[in-house]
């Protein structure tokens, strides 16, 4: 079983920047699959960004270009660098990763005022 804590949402403006991270409790190395994944309110959830192998990326239409996915195997950390902030970017994101099983963490508000 793999425990995962999200941390570093927040408020920002619009344009600002965020660096979600996403720490889990076992090792990632061996892990393929690891994805950032949010939900606005009274809308589904929605895939962010994957990464898959920790390389190839793969990102949604509406933040490509401005968010970035990336893992550290030596912390067993997986970030999201949100730039260029938009309203719409508003939501509660969420880690994910995929070991047999998919698991997910708690997720981590973000508020984008314009």
């Known amino acids: 079983q793999v425990q995962l804590v999200e941390s570093g949402g927040g408020l920002v403006q619009a344009g600002g920047s965020l660096r979600l991270s996403c720490v889990a409790s076992?090792?990632?190395?061996?892990?393929?699959?690891v994805a950032w994944y949010r939900q606005a309110p009274g809308k589904q959830r929605e895939m962010v960004a994957n990464?898959?192998?920790?390389?190839?990326?793969t990102y949604a239409d509406f933040v490509r270009g401005r968010f970035t996915i990336s893992r550290d195997t030596v912390k067993n950390t997986v970030y999201l660098q949100m730039n260029n902030l938009k309203p719409e970017d508003t939501a509660v994101y969420y880690c994910?990763?995929?070991?047999?099983?998919?698991?997910w963490g708690q997720g981590t508000s973000v508020t984008v005022t314009s």
């Open positions: 076992a090792s990632i190395a061996s892990i393929n699959l």
């Open positions: 994910q990763v995929v070991k047999g099983v998919a698991y």
């Open positions: 990464t898959v192998g920790g390389g190839v990326r």
